[in-house]
């Protein structure tokens, strides 16, 4: 399951011609072409609001909408979470949800007080650039040692660029990402590909 970026506050939803979706849509189909032997169900969160907005942390309610709707029609269906920056924090948040797997973040935002406690026996990987100007590395990396320290299986790995948009070696991005959800998915260990 998807989730693209937003931003910090935004009450209004996300325009339909939204490029953050559309960027993050190139990921969905390489995941889809690293599992050819397996049905895949590729699905993306619709937030109804641009923002995180606080305390409200709207994005999160739509991924357990998402999360909820996606059981009633695939019951026990596994799922792995693909965020981008804001989806990123959406997607570790949400990772609580039962039928949640693990989570691939990718330049995902994770403030220093980010809860982290509800990913014991999950599987995270965090793809971060550390040239990145929106969201920072060191608090992706922070995060993941918070989160290790709860009982998470966290894999991180400092992309060599990209910065937060994730154009510039934009496959590299999608290969590593891929290869993490399917791991994820096929309950194999997390290993960096060669």
Not at 88 to 98: D, I, K, S, T, Y
Request: glycine share 8%; proline share 8%; hydrophobic share 40%.
């Amino acid at each position: 399951m998807l989730l693209h970026g937003g931003r910090a506050d935004g009450l209004t939803p996300p325009p339909w011609v939204n490029l953050p979706a559309l960027r993050l849509r190139w990921f969905g189909t390489a995941i889809l072409r690293a599992q050819p032997r397996h049905t895949l169900l590729l699905a993306s969160v619709r937030y109804r609001r641009r923002g995180w907005n606080g305390q409200q942390a709207d994005p999160v309610h739509d991924a357990h909408d998402a999360l909820n709707e996606l059981g009633r029609l695939a019951p026990g269906l596994p799922v792995v979470l693909i965020g981008h920056s804001m989806g990123g924090r959406a997607a570790l948040r949400a990772a609580e949800h039962p039928s949640v797997r693990g989570v691939v973040a990718l330049a995902p935002w994770c403030p220093t007080n980010e809860p982290v406690s509800h990913l014991r026996d999950r599987t995270v990987a965090l793809l971060h650039d550390p040239k990145d100007r929106v969201t920072r590395a060191d608090q992706t990396w922070a995060f993941a040692e918070r989160a290790r320290a709860h009982g998470a299986d966290v894999h991180t790995v400092a992309m060599p660029h990209g910065g937060h948009t994730m154009i510039r070696g934009a496959q590299h991005w999608q290969k590593l990402a891929a290869h993490f959800a399917t791991a994820i998915l096929n309950g194999t260990p997390l290993t960096q590909p060669s």
